[in-house]
């Protein structure tokens, strides 16, 4: 993916934000555009898998709308039929190429696991995601070094004053959570996820504003 630099007022021009070409992305005014499915969840017993052996079972996209509103949509699953969620996510994606592909982590996990789990079903979503504009918002702020305590999504969103609607979920726990879902179809680990997703988001329009200041102060 070819970069198309940003931020020019402050005088740069490229942006440390994938570990390959192939996920390069830029941000700016993308921000504002983007969307965000923040959230691939797969049914883990450890928040990171070191290793893309768990099935996914859930993700989520948001996208903003005007006047501060937001559209979700959100799918999951019980795990035999992950090919068949992956097989919406590859048509959803495919669609909408073109736009900025927001994530919070997602060079770390999200986008490599699903490239991982997307091949075992011949889906290839390397070639999906080459037509995105991609922003890391967890690396962006690291690199920004706006100087929160930590910047996992939680620890941010609180220092920026967002409230969760859901609580009692986290990655820890997911996994517990998740099987409520298969007992009794409980869906507060897709509301979750969507949390998760719009989250990144509200993050994602905080980091605009701080640019917007920087350029202005420069």
Known sequence: MNNKSLFPALGIDRLPMSTSNSFEGTVGRELDR????????????????????DPIVNFSLVSPLTEGGAVALSAIVKPNFERELLLLLYRLLSNLGGACLLTYNGLRFDVKYVVQRGG??????????ENFCHVDVYRLLKWLDVGF???????????LGVVR?????????????YNDFVRISNLPPM?????????????????????????GMS
């Open 120 to 129: 075992l079903y011949d889906l290839n979503f390397e070639d999906v995601f």
């Open 191 to 215: 509301f979750y996820n969507i949390v998760d997703s719009f989250g990144c988001l509200r993050i994602a329009g905080n980091v605009r504003s701080l640019l917007a200041r920087r350029r």
């Open 34 to 53: 983007g969307f965000s499915p923040s959230t691939l969840k797969p049914l883990a017993k450890r928040v990171f898998p070191s290793q893309t052996e």
């Open 165 to 177: 609607a859901i609580r009692h979920v986290s990655g820890g726990n997911y996994r517990l959570i």
């Open 149 to 159: 305590p930590r910047y996992g999504q939680k620890t941010v969103e609180r220092c």
